[in-house]
């Protein structure tokens, strides 16, 4: 018996691996098109494009191991159906709960695994991703050309394009280095307010030109901050309809934030909660905002959640759904075993087209989950966190326990 065993999960571990390299590279794919046209102008050293590569290849896990374990189990155990290898064990007169234990066992194994790597691993990863970004970025400053356009190195909520004739020596500080320009044009959609730190200034994203004599572009490594300051230039705003008057602004000096910054604990937590481990998800949440959850009702909205609350809620479902997302492969087990019998995929493309539905159902259900738990529903009373708790568990609830049914079904048959 312990040969027939090692032999099931080695006939599963193929298929799960290969599908694992297949759902990484995907997803890898993915993740990194944002920053593919900044990879290839900074040239950045191999060391580093390898070290983010394996970062990124971290924060993967919690996604790419649960939807390798269910392709790779559908379509192993489909062949093992197809060829009738389950009927002769079956004629031999071995069950088939007492075939496939071993590898619901490992499947359990590698859940609660799981749930180590969802609350340490990848909340510390995520937050590297950060540090080498920025070091991605830093390098930028040393490989840009004059005389090209540069229209990646602006932020989230800023369009910018960049330009300069020709180089010049800067005096470089022990914060970090900077690049000297001279000759500098740069087209920049922001909001003028912030732009010249002017209150007056209407509050609205507006397009301007900037031509100056010299500029210099700083990265200090302290605060993770880059920012480009430009000296003796004018300001045009664009886009002026017929009518308006356009005024060009002359300044002695300019400065715009290109990225980066360090940021407080709850806007990190509002913006990016996965950076947090279980540590500090749990001393956060053990200290909820002192003010009342909902605001001050409104006719035309309704009741609205406060902005702690939401970030309260917020770092509540990512802690919980870590334990949800960990428990996804032994859930998926479960259904993929004796669904695989059933149907018996005679393909790839079937067995893929079958996980790629039980995947959508899951996540839909998962999803869902998320949204009931951030609505606050409840408050952060224990029913709140009960409701949040069920919510988030309804998809392996729900599937696994399908797929028990199928399984205690298969054993009488």
Known sequence: MKTLHLYTIRELLGPIIISGLFFTCLLLLVRLSDLAELLFRSGISLGMLAHLLGIVFLTLLSLTVPMAVLLGTIIAVGRMTTENEILAVRVAGVSVVRLFWPAVFCAAVLSFTLIWVNQVLIPRSVGSIDQIGYQ?????????????????????DTELALTFEDRRQVPTSETGVALGMRGVSMRLRVQPAVLLEDETVEDEQKDFMIFAESGVIEGDPATQLLKVSLREGVMLPLGVTPGQTATTMRFRELSHTLTGGTRDLRNSLEVRPREMDYRQLQAYLAAPPDEPVYKEADTKAGRRIGRPWREYFSARNEYLRRYSLAFAPLAFVLISIPLAMEI??????????????????????????????????????????????????????????????????????
């Open 136 to 156: 991605i970025r830093f390098e930028l400053l040393t490989t840009l050309e004059p005389g090209r356009i540069y229209t990646d190195i602006g932020t989230e």
């Open 344 to 413: 018996r995929p005679r393909a790839k493309s079937l067995s893929f087209l079958i996980a790629l539905v039980l995947m959508a159902v899951y996540y839909a259900l998962w999803l869902f989950g998320g949204n009931v738990g951030t609505s606050g529903l409840g408050g952060p009373t224990r029913t709140g966190w009960l409701i949040a708790i069920t919510a988030l568990m309804v998809p392996n609830v729900v599937v696994g326990g399908i797929g028990f049914a199928l399984f205690w079904r298969a054993r009488w048959r």
